[in-house]
């Protein structure tokens, strides 16, 4: 376990840490973007719409893999900062959280920073988001500048840099935005689809590395030999003992390497979706395949997993990925079916 990768010294003084998990995610997305845009100019298309595309889903993924976990270990955080109408503000917060609403609207409706009328339309939306960026931004400047009144690490919420990201939290946001800009461009979806099956693939094999390095996502208690040990104050731990499952005094928690096996699995998925032939299919039958193959891999690795039981035994994870490998199947039969005679 290594949360801390290294340090970059400041001058004057002091050092920037680089934890593992954000950089292992950024190498992930550098890594997937540059494969994709060479498949992409491979096939004859210019592939800079890519940096856009993969800018927007990996934010708007973000944000709904952290709203995933938050919703999934609600009871373990401090949802203070979001009461914002029990007078605790700061004011000085108003001003830069109702700007970063307004350009965060802008970035997702590729609206250029220069147009500031286009950036107020429609009036109605801009206010909105004006108003509860000003007042989310004072809550949480009051949460800075007085961390005692705020209660207990206020601002764990927001600490996405330590872990804590669903990936399929992020395919409910991330999906549905990246297809909306998609038609909003007017590109072909399938052939976009294809492009990103591979580098999504990779991209969550060096996030998996950010995981095994952080100490989170971890499987179930094991005293095989390739058990894992975790330390009192890791995530892994601090699940387990949540969960009942270690013994009163235990010095670590020995646990499956689950995110070492996802990373592999997944870096072999990533292998096979860009070398499979898929000659006479309609453009999206690799994104299915990817769709299909992800849901076998993540169902199969659950099952080392520590997860609260849900309906017939199982966790919320396997049966998303069940929808997913069922949604795969048919959408690839479905082209399959559909592709037209060479």
């Known amino acids: 376990m290594r949360p801390e990768l290294f340090t970059i010294p400041l001058p ?22 540059a494969v994709a845009r060479r498949r992409s100019e ?5 592939g800079a719409f890519l940096v856009d595309l993969c800018t927007l889903t990996l934010l708007s993924g973000i944000v709904g893999a952290r709203a995933f976990y938050l919703w999934q270990y609600r009871d373990t955080f401090n949802w203070g900062v979001f009461q914002l109408f029990d007078g605790r503000w700061e004011w000085g917060g108003v001003p830069l959280g109702a700007l970063g609403a307004l350009l965060i609207m802008a970035f997702f409706r590729n609206v250029p920073l220069r147009d500031f009328r286009a950036l107020l339309r429609p009036p109605a939306l801009a206010g909105a988001l004006a108003v509860a960026g000003a007042l989310l931004g004072a809550r949480i400047l009051f949460a800075l500048w007085h961390p ?3 209660g207990p690490d206020p601002l764990a919420l927001f600490r996405i840099d330590q872990g804590g990201l ?4 992020g395919l409910l946001t991330g999906i549905p935005i990246g297809i909306a800009w998609v038609r909003w461009k007017r590109l072909p979806l399938g052939e976009v689809a294809d492009l990103f099956a591979p580098s999504l693939a990779l991209g969550l094999a060096f996030g998996r590395i950010g995981c095994f390095l952080n100490g989170c996502c971890g499987g179930k208690l094991t005293e095989l030999p390739w058990a894992i040990a975790y330390p009192p104050g890791s995530p892994v731990f601090a699940e387990v003992a949540r969960l009942g499952h270690l013994p009163p005094g235990a010095a670590c928690a020995r646990v499956h390497p689950t995110q070492l096996l996802s990373s592999g699995l997944d870096y072999v ?25 992800y849901g076998m891999l993540r169902f199969g690795v659950e099952l080392l997993r520590e997860n609260p039981p849900y309906p017939a035994g199982l966790s919320i994870p396997q049966w998303i990925s069940l929808v997913l490998l069922l949604a795969g199947a048919l959408l690839f039969h479905r082209l399959r079916r559909a592709a037209p005679a060479a």
């Not at 004057?12 to 997937?32: K, N, Y």
């Not at 669903?166 to 939290?169: D, T």
């Not at 292998?271 to 039958?285: C, D, F």
């Open 12 to 33: 004057g003084g002091g050092s920037l840490p680089i934890r593992s998990f954000g950089f292992f995610l950024l190498v992930g997305f550098v890594c997937g973007l």
């Open 42 to 46: 491979a096939r004859g298309r210019d």
């Open 148 to 150: 005692r009144e705020a």
């Open 166 to 169: 669903v990936f399929y939290g």
């Open 269 to 293: 998925l990533f292998l096979l979706l860009l070398w499979i032939p898929l000659t006479g299919a309609r453009s999206g039958a690799r994104f299915a395949l990817f769709l299909i193959g």
